[in-house]
């Protein structure tokens, strides 16, 4: 089944530190890969997104994400956290086989950013 | 910058009610889709629409639910009979094109008494 793990609910890390959000994914082919991020009271805001060519990819805020198809992950990067980076951010895959339309989430990592 | 909006933010309605979620897409946007989540559960797709038909749906969406663009702006969902699951935020979505990048609404919680 297609799926997509986070395997941390929780990431703390101290501002101005360098963080990682991870992300694995369970899908055939060539998916496309996405980073989102939700703030409280807030929708699901878009941060970056890998479709084919270099395996970093920048977005938002100083976002990166690396994609390693042999491990088959997309981990959320940046060199140096702020406090206000702090919320929910979600991994999501859109497979393209089987369903073109649908973004598979994953269970989303709160990422805490300490003073 | 453009943005999905919805309407309400919040709605409790009574088992058995219908209901009618409300999204206004990016407006330059032909693809509109929803999603759920469910209290500590993911992010799951229901449906998408182009061209004033279904495009995609999942097994989620069954005859309770349907989709509708009554007019050039708003998108609709109606779940015309709500049952206790049916409780969770629903989010809509639009992308430009359907291999695009979907940006997604604020959401509005649904409780079912």
């Known amino acids: 089944a297609q799926s997509v793990a986070q395997p941390e609910d929780q990431v703390n890390v101290a501002e101005g530190n360098p963080l990682t959000v991870k992300c694995t994914y369970s899908?055939?082919?060539?998916?496309?890969l996405f980073w989102y991020v939700q703030y409280p009271n807030r929708g699901l805001q878009f941060l970056l997104k890998?479709?084919?060519?270099?395996?970093l990819v920048k977005g938002s805020y100083g976002f990166e994400a690396e994609f390693n198809k042999s491990q088959t992950s997309f981990h959320l990067k940046k060199p140096s956290a702020l406090v206000s980076d702090s919320a929910l951010y979600f991994c999501?895959?859109?497979?393209?086989?089987?369903?073109?339309?649908?973004?598979?989430f994953g269970p989303g990592t709160s990422l805490s950013v300490i003073p | 910058e453009p943005e999905v909006t919805q309407t309400p933010s919040h709605q409790v309605t009574q088992m058995g009610q219908e209901v009618i979620l409300r999204c206004v897409p990016i407006?330059?946007?032909?693809?509109f889709y929803w999603y759920r989540q469910i209290l500590g559960q993911k992010v799951e797709f229901l449906v998408s629409?182009?061209?004033?038909?279904?495009?995609?749906k999942s097994e989620i969406f069954d005859d309770q639910f349907s989709v509708e663009r009554p007019d050039g702006s708003n998108f609709t969902l109606k779940i015309r009979s709500t049952k206790l699951e049916d409780s969770a935020m629903y989010f809509c979505?639009?992308?430009?094109?359907?291999?695009?990048?979907?940006?997604f609404g604020p959401g509005t919680r649904l409780l079912v008494l």
């Open positions: 979505a639009s992308s430009e094109m359907g291999f695009e990048t979907q940006y």
């Open positions: 899908v055939s082919g060539n998916p496309y």
């Open positions: 890998y479709i084919t060519g270099d395996n």
């Open positions: 999501a895959v859109r497979p393209l086989i089987d369903s073109y339309d649908k973004v598979i």
């Open positions: 407006s330059n946007h032909l693809y």
């Open positions: 629409f182009y061209n004033n038909e279904i495009s995609e």
